[in-house]
Each structure stands twice: as C-alpha cells, then as structure tokens.
C-alpha cells in the first residue's frame, strides 16, 4: 500500500514537472501535437526558438541564386544538425553558387515518419529506425530498395542503449535487473510514438531473451518477465526520446533508458550524469534517406542526395561522432574507436529475429508489450 501510494505521488509529481515543461519552461520541449519547425538560410547565426512554429515557404521553392531543402527528422538531432547543416551549405555554395534554404522540422521518429507519409513534403528524412522509412516505402514516397542503394544499407549513425543515472550512481546500477529493485523510478519515451523508445524495449527484452537462451530457459517468458518488472517501476512515458531526456534533466526519476550519444552529449556539455553500458544491449541503426517523390515534385532529387551523401563523409561523421553518434564510415569509426567501446554482449536487431519478427512479437495488437501494459502475466 506504502508503495502504490509513493508511487502515485511520484507518478503526480513527474506529471506536473513534464506539463511545466511542455508548456513553457524548457524552450527545448514542446506542446504535444506542436511539430518543431524552423526555416533558416545558412547565413542565420541561429535557428529560430525550438517552440516557435516558423512560417515556412512553399517546399523547394528556389532561384538560380538559392535552393530551399526540407528535412524531416527524429527529435535526437536537431542539436547536431544545427552544425552540419552550414557546414553542408557553405560546401553547396563553393560547388554551385547557390546559397540554401532549410526548412527543418524535429518531431518523435514515429510521429514524423507518420506525418512525411501523411503529407509533409520532406526531401531528406532521417529516423531513429528502418521501420519508419518503411512507412514511406507503403505511403509511396520512397522505393522498395533503399537499403540496396549505398554501401551502408541506407544508414547514417549508430548508437547503443544505455542507462543513464544520476552523479555517483546511488542507486548502484549496472545492469538492468538493477532497474526492479523497489525504490528505483524509471524513465523511458512511449513506444506508440517514439522510435527510440522501441529501442528502448528491444534491448530490454533482448538481453533477458538472449540470457535466457544461453543458460537453456524459455527465453521469451523470461525476458517478458524482466521487462514486466522493469515497467513497473517506470513513473513517466514520454512523447519522444528528448522529451523523456528533458524530463529527467528536471529531476524526475533516478535512471533513464536512452541513447548512448543523449547521455554522452550531457556529459560532454559538464552535466554530471554516469553512462552505464549493461554488458546485453542492442546496437541501433539509423537510417537516412531521399524521399523520392516529395524531391521530384520540388525538382530537388540532386541537392536531397547530394546532402545523404555529405552526411556519410569523414567530415559530418566527425561531427555525428562528436555529439555521441557512432559513426558509419570505417575510417572515421576506426578513430574513435576507444571513445565508443563495445559492451560483451552486444546483439543486433537481427539477433531478435529482425524486424518483423519483433513487430510481430513485441508491438501487434496482442504482442507482448501491450500484455505488459495491461499487466498480464503468464
């Protein structure tokens, strides 16, 4: 009774610390529903307020002097698009002589992938999974073969999940059945509407999965049972990863299961969290690609590749790496190699049975993640 009570108040207190939030007290996170959007040239020093929805021009609108390109991305990389996007500019101009225009638009990956294929007209979309682009291939915005056309199966960074906690890890995590024990509150996004929450709980599930399978059990009920235990001592489900991120920036919850580059881009910036790799977790891949028929219509197809392929050069790479992504390009992976270990017993999308195998299991209408919202056990 003492616990469900704590709990409710924690549950109440994280609730009124994300509203502050959403509705004016962070001007990094924004109203449920609101896209954050921005239209900048390349000579703006900044972009506009992450809260302020810009007026933004018909899409591909150009001259001979300018060109405008429109990204739709996951909420992840804003922070390191506002980097590459000049750099990628200043290299479009010396190339062409024309100067350009971004229209840009951060959203949870699932919430942009849904809105690209219901008609926002990006030319360049970057998400947090593959299946998310698969939405554009059905929506037919982009062909069946993305993956087939680059050395890197269409993919731009990776990353890991990790568990981030608070300076001296005083709850003393290092794995996740550290995340039952009873007075640990847990922070993960919504898996509904954020792709990285989906990597959140693949990577939960999987390492009680494949642990399980090493030692002879039934792997699927005991990662269901960790995962259960974990989500029990979940206080808050946020809207995206950088909404959950944001939250416990404001003090909710003692761990958040995020990605490895989101706590590394903290810790870089002096905020004293600790980084813990569990020695099972999944390796995630993110995708990048031209949204082919949005580009034809806006008669941007060259500048749209032009920019995936700049993305996949040693010198963004660079700057992925340095804000926490790990980099797809081998030299540049080889690099930074000592900054981005590899924990154990890492395990891959693949490992779980691939996508839609996962999909299936784990997110149908009567998967196992929705029996674990609803509390059914075995």
Not at 123 to 128: E, I, T
């Amino acid at each position: 009774m003492d616990r469900d009570r704590s709990r409710g108040l924690s549950g109440f207190i994280a609730t009124v610390i994300i509203i502050i939030l959403l509705f004016g007290c962070s001007p990094g996170v924004r109203e449920e529903g609101r896209q954050d959007q921005t239209t900048r040239a390349v000579s703006a020093p900044q972009p506009s307020s992450p809260g302020e929805a810009a007026v933004i021009p018909s899409p591909g609108e150009s001259g001979q002097d300018s060109v405008t390109l429109v990204i739709g991305a996951y909420s992840v990389v804003k922070d390191v698009m506002q980097r590459i996007l000049p750099e990628f500019a200043a290299d479009w101009k010396v190339k062409t002589g024309q100067q350009v225009v971004f229209q840009e638009s951060y959203e949870a990956s699932g919430t942009q992938a849904r809105s690209i294929a219901s008609g926002l007209e990006a030319d360049v979309a970057l998400f947090s999974m593959e299946g998310e682009v698969e939405k554009l291939v059905r929506a037919g915005l982009v062909p069946a073969d993305w993956q087939a056309r680059d050395a890197y199966g269409g993919m731009v960074t990776g990353s890991l999940i990790v568990l981030g906690t608070r300076e001296g890890n005083p709850h003393q995590i290092r794995d996740w059945s550290d995340l039952t024990k009873p007075d640990v509150q847990v922070l993960y996004p919504n898996p509904k509407t954020s792709g990285g929450a989906q990597w959140d709980i693949n990577a939960i599930y999987g390492a009680g999965l494949l642990k399980a399978k090493e030692r002879g059990e039934d792997g699927q009920r005991r990662a269901k049972e960790l995962l259960m235990s974990v989500h029990r001592n979940v206080i808050s489900m946020d809207k995206s990863g950088r909404a959950s991120m944001a939250a416990f920036e404001y003090g909710v919850g003692d761990v958040i299961v995020t990605y490895e580059n989101e706590i590394l881009s903290r810790m870089q910036a002096g905020v004293a969290y600790e980084l813990i790799r569990p020695e099972r977790t999944i390796r995630i891949d993110n995708p990048v690609v031209v949204v082919e028929r949005y580009a034809q219509k806006h008669g941007t197809t060259d500048i749209a590749q032009a920019f995936v392929d700049y993305l996949r050069e040693p010198k963004a790479q660079r700057l992925l790496a340095e804000a926490g992504f790990r980099p797809v390009d081998p030299s540049v992976r080889e690099e930074t190699a000592d900054r981005y270990p590899e924990p154990a017993g890492l395990f891959g999308i693949e490992d779980m049975g691939g996508w839609k195998h996962v999909r299936e299991t784990l997110y149908s209408k009567r998967g196992i993640w929705y029996e674990v919202l609803a509390g059914l056990e075995e």
